[in-house]
């Protein structure tokens, strides 16, 4: 909901690639790891850290990990036969639909990409940084010359991105600073 990314993504992210660079707290979208697979080569890609997720308890989460010695930040997430994280925790997730009762044939842990596209254009983010920060390919020359968005212009869209009339304040934990930024020691791997 806040990073537009694939639940494989999101599962298959170890602690250290959550970091600040160029002073910007970002995901690092990798397969960088025997365990790790992503759905094609525009899928490599950093994505800004939304000051929600920090107001969730984001890095609390992150230090517990590492302090547990965990590489991964969701180590309790299986893979699947297939290879793929996503595999079984598309299906616990839609068993968790139904035990709430509100599971119907068009929703699925995948929404939250739709909704993230919905909120990118509410929020004025261009098609071209909504895609890149879901990891979406370019069409036509486009695909030929340049790169991805630069962390600092991917991070001033995330910044803007918001859900109106959504409040997830009982969803946050203590606050890691007054302005909702994480206070993180930890830098670029390497």
Not at 99 to 125: P, V
Request: with cysteine; charged share 30%.
């Amino acid at each position: 909901m806040y990073t537009g990314a694939r639940a494989g993504e999101i599962i298959q992210l170890y602690v250290d690639e959550i970091y600040e660079e160029h002073g910007v707290l970002h995901f690092a979208i990798n397969d960088d790891g025997q365990d790790k697979r992503l759905k094609n080569p525009t899928s490599h890609r950093e994505i800004p850290v939304h000051a929600e997720l920090i107001r969730m308890g984001l890095m609390e989460h992150v230090e517990l990990r590492r302090s547990h010695g965990e590489t991964r930040l969701f180590p309790d997430m299986p893979m699947g036969e297939d290879g793929y994280y996503s595999s079984p925790f598309s299906k616990h997730y839609g068993r968790f639909l139904v035990s709430l009762g509100i599971k119907h044939k068009k929703n699925s842990f995948h929404s939250f990409r739709h909704s993230f596209e919905d909120a990118c254009r509410d929020s004025d983010i261009s098609k071209e940084i909504m895609d890149s920060l879901q990891g979406h390919g370019e069409d036509g020359m486009a695909a030929r010359y340049g790169k991805v968005y630069k962390l600092k212009k991917l991070d001033e869209a995330m910044k803007r991105l918001t859900y109106r009339d959504l409040n997830l304040s009982h969803l946050h934990s203590a606050p890691s600073s007054a302005d909702g930024t994480a206070r993180i020691s930890h830098t670029a791997p390497g």
